[in-house]
């Protein structure tokens, strides 16, 4: 129950617990930390088996020690001290992990004396495992429900100056840079913010790069604690938080030491400096891909190769652990190509091409020095002569897009009677034509219905604002996502005339209604709705483009959670189909208003504008069918492979058959061959619920682990971002992370970090839109804009900036969010 902190190292962490696990490797690796012993969480244990489980903080506050416990810390604190101060520390085993630090959330003690007042002590350390802020932190961070907690006991250090030493900057993450934040006497101070301590930052050869004129360490020690910083980081294999003092003969002590948990993770590069954008923000997803996802989507970027590289981006996508990255280094450094590789990330996840621009006027980033390697991507010729037929033909042209997209998706549909190997044989020959379908499918259509909107605008400049033209693209028909939403709305319409299929879906848990439809076991009328809408759409989900997720006809949990959101949504105003068709209507008369605004001198280009215009809106509903088909690649060599999963389960190499998108094709066909991958999947799988945990995904990051922002520009108190979906809509903020479950009421505006296919059918009762990434040409805007819902992306720090609640005013047009009155 008493171990020497010199004797515990090695121990389990749940025998003593974080802290005393990482004070234990360091007395064991030489470095410096004061003397001291861990009451084991066995002590522990032992003195809650008889609490009651909601009154165990009141429990250790009172319950009597065990008399051989009590006299062995006595004792134990005899040897230590001699009877004079101590430092009491809570250890506990939810503590001081790699990716939560729960720093703050457990009490310690200083300039403890007594031995009355070292078990009282030990007893307030063990209750902090259960304050209110500790078990927030625990919910919020996904640690153990039940975690336990040792004790430390330590020699005070007599310290004349202490603080926190940062071996990477844990604000702008630079892992070059040292902060050290340090005050006179002990570094509690520093810790609990009780004391504005000095604040210095170093350069990694030591240098100060930032202090103050007179502090309290001098360059000497503050090359100290930067060298004895580097050595703990290479220790542990990580930036570190350090606590440390220095006594009154100047010497150096550690009192902790654990992960810089804020960092995001960075590609391993060495020489130059080197820029990264986002893959997982292109695509509007906030949490890390599959193993299996980012195997598929390199084989898609594949397809892109020539294109992106022309404009600067690296020909293969990075992954650390979990999440994708393009080196765009070469985009950066070169005037010729950063203007164009700016504008295509602005249009697909702003304001990530605005910090291209910005780090193309760093000095970090020079421009090349040779001519041809600075050579800008040559501009795509424009084949009028297929663009024409699309244009006087438009159904024939979309059908002919339709009829190819059917013809190779019947091609992937894979063997009904088949073994595992033949299974796995197909996926993998079929594997590189279902990633690159939208490369493959016939683009002349598509590019007629954006080519000729633009065409129109040239036409009528001058008459009419580009903004009056957004109108004319709401509600715009084929758009296969558009379509999904609508026909989720009428599904719920159908459930809506059965009083009794209304009140169970209302009254009953979306999980449980998942259950009950796999089961079979629902009303008629939802059982069969429902079916027929995931047979047309239960190839989609949130974060789709990861071919590891889970699909809607998997788990149709989230359909049953949107459902019910929707049939919670009354009135005539919220009717989307009913808007759907009004918008439809509304577009057709700003057609011919604003055509008619051209001078009667100049019928031919009213004319052709009007043309243009109305045969755009046929074609443009092209743009999501790309996407949509690779879906449905996606989920039929789902199917394939995860039925290769259950063959590898029966043979006990992998403990689920979903476990198979936790390995890439090579690593499956090793399965099927013998190879046991449970221990493999279940360390990825831990990584990557780890990383989903992080609140923020940066858009662009350097290699230093810098994190570009942009220089504020916004108003008095108001936010900025790109205008992307016309109109002014005012109402209360919803702030949502995930929309799998999530309610958003009508006339709520929805604020979210990224959004792709899975959040629309979220837009049919929302007024707004807000996103922090996001462009003209991203899934979420271009839906927004067909429901006529206002939308700005591209707003920094959105969902930390809005708070649910509060009452904001979205203006699409010119890009900006107002705030009204405070939350309710």
Known sequence: MILELAEAGGSPRDLVGGKAANLAEMISAGFPVPQGFCITTAAYRQVIADGEEGRLRAHVLTVPLPARLETGIVEAYERLSQ??????????????????????????????????????????????????????????????????????????????????????????????????????????????????????RLSVESETVEGPGEGCLTPSRLGELAAVGRSLEKHFGAPQDVEWAFDGDGELWLTQSRHITTLFPVPESEGEPRAYWSVNVYQGINRPFTPMGASMIRERQRGMAAYMSALGFSGEIIDVDGWLFWDITDGVRSPAKRPKMAAFMDSLAAPSG???????????????????????????????????????????????????????????????????????SFVESVRRDVCRIEANLPRDANTAGGTGGQLAVRLLRGYVDEEEIAAVFRGIPHNPTTEMDLALWRTGEAIRRDDEALSLLLDTASDELAAKQLA?????????????????????????????????????????????????????????????????????????????????????????????????????????????????????????????????????????????????????????????????????????????????????????????????????????????????????????????????????????????????????????????????????????????????VGVPGATALITTGRVITVDGSAGTITFGEESR
């Not at 009904?416 to 299974?423: F, I, P, S, V």
């Not at 199917?639 to 689920?656: D, N, S, W």
């Open 520 to 792: 079979g076991t629902l009303p008629d009328v939802v059982q069969h709705s429902v079916a027929a809408f995931l047979a047309e759409y239960g190839c989609r989900a949130t974060s789709e483009i990861d071919f590891g997720v889970p699909r809607w006809a998997d788990d149709p949990e989230p359909v049953f959670a949107i459902l019910v959101n929707l049939l919670r949504a009354e009135g005539a105003e919220q009717n989307a189909a009913s808007r759907f068709e009004h918008a439809a209507a509304e577009a057709e008369a700003r057609i011919v208003e604003l055509t008619r605004r051209l001078p009667a001198t100049k019928p031919h280009r009213a004319i052709l504008a009007r043309f243009l215009l109305r045969r755009s809106r046929r074609l443009r509903g092209l743009r999501e069918f790309p996407k949509f088909c690779l879906m449905r690649g996606f989920a039929a060599l789902r199917k394939q492979l995860l039925l290769v999963g259950e063959e590898i389960v029966r043979a006990e190499r992998l403990e689920r058959a979903g476990d198979v998108m936790f390995l890439d094709l090579a690593e499956v066909r090793e399965a099927l061959d013998g190879r046991d991958f449970r221990a493999t999947v279940a360390r990825r799988r831990e990584i990557r619920e780890r990383e989903a945990r992080r609140p923020r995904v940066p858009s662009v990051l350097l290699s230093d682990g810098t994190v570009p922002a942009l220089a504020a520009d916004t108003g008095e108190g108001d936010l900025t971002g790109l205008a992307a979906a016309a109109g002014v809509a005012t109402g209360r903020a919803r702030v949502i992370h995930d929309p799998d479950g999530a309610r958003i009421e009508p006339g709520e505006i929805l604020v979210a970090a990224t959004t792709d296919p899975g959040w629309t059918p979220l837009f049919l009762t929302a007024a707004a839109l807000v996103t922090e990434t996001g462009g003209m040409i991203s899934h979420g805007t271009t839906v927004a804009r067909e429901h006529g819902i206002p939308a700005v």
């Open 83 to 200: 009877g004079g101060p101590v430092a009491v520390r809570s250890s506990s085993t939810a503590e001081d992990l790699p990716d939560a630090s729960f720093a703050g959330q457990y009490d310690t003690f200083l300039g403890v004396q007594g031995a009355d007042e070292v078990l009282a002590a030990v007893r307030r350390c063990w209750a902090s495992l259960w304050s209110d802020r500790a078990m927030r932190y625990r919910a919020a961070h996904d640690t153990e429900r039940a975690p336990a907690i040792a004790v430390i006991v330590q020699r005070l250090v007599d310290a004349e100056c202490a603080g926190v030493l940062y071996t990477a900057n844990p604000v702008s993450g630079k892992r070059s840079e040292v902060v050290v934040d340090a005050a006179p006497g002990l570094g509690e101070a520093v810790v609990s913010g009780a004391v504005t301590p000095d604040h210095y």
């Open 354 to 424: 605005r910090l291209v621009e910005q780090l193309g006027r760093d000095q970090r980033f020079p421009s090349p020095s040779g001519s041809e390697e600075d050579t800008p991507p040559k501009k795509r010729r424009r084949r009028w002569e297929r663009m024409i037929p699309a244009w006087l033909w438009p159904d024939q042209a979309r059908a002919r897009v339709v009829r190819d997209a059917e013809r190779r998706i019947t091609a992937f549909a894979g063997p009904a009677e088949a073994t595992a190997g033949e299974r796995l």
